[in-house]
């Protein structure tokens, strides 16, 4: 139980640089283990769910080195992988587990994966049918994990994806790589394109049409190890974003942010909301990357739908909490996919903002939020649900209410952001009343 004390603020000032992007750290790792030669990953991102993907590579007979947020792999190609001596843990991580099944499905041996209570509830088939139609011989329970793989050879496949899901789609793509032939993949919407980008970088031939939708994998490609610096986590530096919109008198300049365009969607939004957030460009790395300086706003309504869930996934409980304080009711909608994250994250976010006295509806596949209304506070128990996105979103929150709060599960931040407490702390500007 962490408390989260309220103390009076005059504003969040100062400058921050956010850990390294998880999507990008979880990849770095992959796609330097698969390549011939070293690879070094720079302000790798140093959460249990990255580690956990260091961890299965470990096991799977890579060597590599981790010294704080530098990382050595020595690559051991995509046929060197051996036998792990036993199940591979995959914690709380779905973007591990989706992008290692993939993998493993064209290895010549057979592994089992297995995860913590909330990842062994998180549906896997979306990625174990697909690959079933490559030819390869994944058993899931029920559907969830545990899972065991039996590799296979596989061959090419022409599949339009159900369901908006970059981790569905890297899983194709990654055994796709080890398929007889080239294979097509169909996006419903586009996806964050990190695996596309990354594996080109390593050497791979991976296409996106100008549709923006079709990808074209070649197999077989020589990979060669490289080295990379991991732009700041987008969705980390969305927590203060907000946080310095929300908080009157702010202003913050959060550091070398990744702002690849598949992963901006929270800056439109703020920005058609009446945000006020500067970009100071910078391209590193193969990934653009931004300094951001935002100030305090405020804030109209707004409506979201399908088409643009996927830039803002990881996001959208901030965008409910920007929807609660905009001057009227605004409405997120097509976002059934949180259903299905670390907890049901529409079910949480309602939960827990009713507690905080928003007035909040939930639909099926998102919510309608009327931020013209006051909050009126009726609960001080606040809970993460166990999932860091919604913890670091109560936090925020708190900041927004003149009142101290207890927050159970707090410690579900070093998932994806284990500094998060004292990153928010040293740019806290308390009001002094001397
Ligand atoms: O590919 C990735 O790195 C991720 C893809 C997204 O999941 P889905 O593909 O399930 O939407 C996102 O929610 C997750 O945090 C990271
Ligand atoms: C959904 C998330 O991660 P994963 O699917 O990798 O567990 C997340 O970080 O918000």
Request: net charge negative; hydrophobic share 40%; with cysteine.
């Amino acid at each position: 139980m962490k408390e989260l004390t309220h103390k009076p603020l005059s504003g969040l000032h100062g400058e921050l640089s956010v850990p390294g992007d998880k999507s990008i750290s979880h990849r770095g790792i992959m796609f330097g283990a698969i390549s011939h030669g070293q690879t070094i990953l720079h302000h790798f991102l140093t959460a249990e769910d990255c580690l956990s993907t260091l961890k299965a590579f470990q096991q799977l007979g890579v060597p590599i080195k981790r010294t704080g947020e530098t990382v050595v792999i020595d690559g051991v190609g995509l046929h060197g992988l051996k036998k792990p001596d036993k199940p591979l843990d995959m914690g709380n991580s779905g973007t591990t587990t989706r992008l290692i099944m993939g993998l493993l499905a064209g290895q010549n041996f057979e592994t089992t994966l297995f995860g913590d209570a909330s990842l062994s509830k998180r549906p896997m088939k979306r990625v174990s049918e697909p690959l079933a139609e490559m030819g390869a011989d994944i058993c899931v329970t029920e559907g969830h994990l545990p899972a065991r793989i039996h590799g296979k050879k596989l061959h090419a496949i022409d599949y339009h994806l159900r369901v908006a899901s970059a981790q569905v789609k890297s899983a194709l793509i990654l055994a796709a790589i080890q398929a007889d032939k080239p294979s097509i993949l169909v996006e419903q919407l586009p996806t964050r394109n990190h695996t596309e980008k990354m594996l080109n970088a390593f050497g791979a031939a991976v296409e996106t049409l100008p549709d923006g939708v079709t990808i074209q994998v070649n197999p077989q490609p020589k990979l060669n190890g490289i080295e990379l610096t991991v732009p700041g986590d987008m969705s980390s530096a969305a927590f203060f974003l907000v946080a310095a919109t929300l908080v009157p008198n702010s202003k913050l300049i959060l550091k070398n942010v990744g702002v690849n365009e598949t992963r901006t969607g929270l800056l439109k939004i703020l920005k058609q909301m009446g945000g006020r957030v500067v970009e100071r460009h910078r391209d590193e790395s193969g990934e653009p990357t931004a300094d951001l300086i935002v100030s305090s706003a405020a804030l109209k309504p707004i409506e979201i739908g399908a088409a643009e869930i996927p830039a803002v996934i990881d996001e959208l409980p901030l965008v409910a909490l920007l929807a609660a304080k905009a001057n009227g009711v605004s409405r997120i909608t097509g976002a059934g996919e949180l259903r299905v994250k670390e907890t049901d994250r529409i079910a949480a976010v309602v939960q827990e903002f009713t507690k905080l006295g928003i007035t909040i509806r939930e639909l099926p596949d998102g919510f309608v939020i009327d931020g013209s209304q006051p909050w009126q506070v009726k609960k001080h128990q606040l809970d993460s649900h166990g999932d860091h996105r919604i913890g670091m979103t109560l936090a925020i929150a708190s900041l927004l209410v003149d009142t101290s709060f207890q927050l159970a599960g707090a410690e579900s931040v070093n998932i994806s952001y284990p500094e998060f407490f004292d990153d928010l702390e040293s740019v806290m500007n308390v009001e002094s009343y001397s």
